[in-house]
């Protein structure tokens, strides 16, 4: 069966240091892969987005990577501060979806303390 | 700035009653979204469409329709509401980027609850 499993529910690390998320698939073959940033009570907000062909980006403190042979994905922020606290989920696109639907991770909860 | 409106922040509904979720983009995006979101469960679709006045089933459509007169606006609505049908309901708009890549820009979503 098709499934998006990102690393652990709750992560939780000390300002200034690096998180690192980890999106895995198991039978997608992603087109592209997105990250979205949740506050609570609010609708997602789109982070970065990659395409297969693309092994990494960056915008700012935030870095993805993008492994196809191990099917995973990797969502770094860097310098982290307290508002960067939020859920963080992942989302693909299959390479066979003509309608270009995403398919979501259930997310990972940040939490990031002084 | 690019804006989903979904109407209502928060609705409380009996069982049985019919409820509109009404949901507009200011964005002239071709693509729009229904999802709802439950603890532990992630986000899921219910419908989706792609052009006025035509929809595709997600992956959880019973107890669900939608209606797309406009092409800025998408109702979800509950025929007949269940409190298994609790839920934060988040609305999404889309203009295809490239070849499918369907970024999504999400309304604030509406948290119903039905008794």
């Known amino acids: 069966s098709q499934k998006i499993e990102q690393n652990s529910e709750a992560l939780n690390i000390q300002e200034g240091k690096t998180a690192t998320l980890t999106c895995n698939y198991t039978n997608y073959s992603p087109a592209y892969l997105q990250w979205y940033r949740q506050d609570p009570g609010r609708g997602p907000v789109f982070l970065l987005l990659?395409?297969?062909?693309?092994k990494e980006k960056r915008k700012e403190r935030l870095k993805v990577t993008f492994d196809t042979t191990l099917k995973q994905s990797l969502f770094h922020i860097t310098a982290s501060q307290p508002a960067d606290s939020a859920t963080y989920l992942c989302a693909l696109t299959d390479r066979g979806s003509t309608l270009g639907r995403l398919y979501f991770g259930r997310g990972t909860q940040l939490t990031v303390w002084p | 700035d690019v804006k989903v409106t979904q109407s209502s922040r928060y609705l409380v509904k009996r069982t049985g009653e019919k409820v509109f979720l009404e949901c507009v983009q200011d964005m002239d995006h071709e693509n729009m979204f229904w999802y709802r979101q439950d603890p532990g469960l992630g986000l899921r679709l219910i419908y989706f469409s792609y052009d006025v006045k035509m929809k595709e089933k997600g992956d959880i459509p019973e107890g669900y329709s939608v209606s797309r007169e406009k092409k800025e606006r998408f109702s979800l609505i509950l025929e007949s509401a269940s409190t298994n049908q609790t839920s934060m309901y988040l609305c999404?708009?889309?203009?295809?980027?490239?070849?499918?890549?369907?970024?999504?820009?999400f309304g604030a979503g509406s948290r119903l609850t039905v008794l």
């Open positions: 999404a708009s889309s203009f295809p980027r490239g070849r499918g890549a369907n970024v999504l820009t």
């Open positions: 990659i395409r297969e062909n693309e």
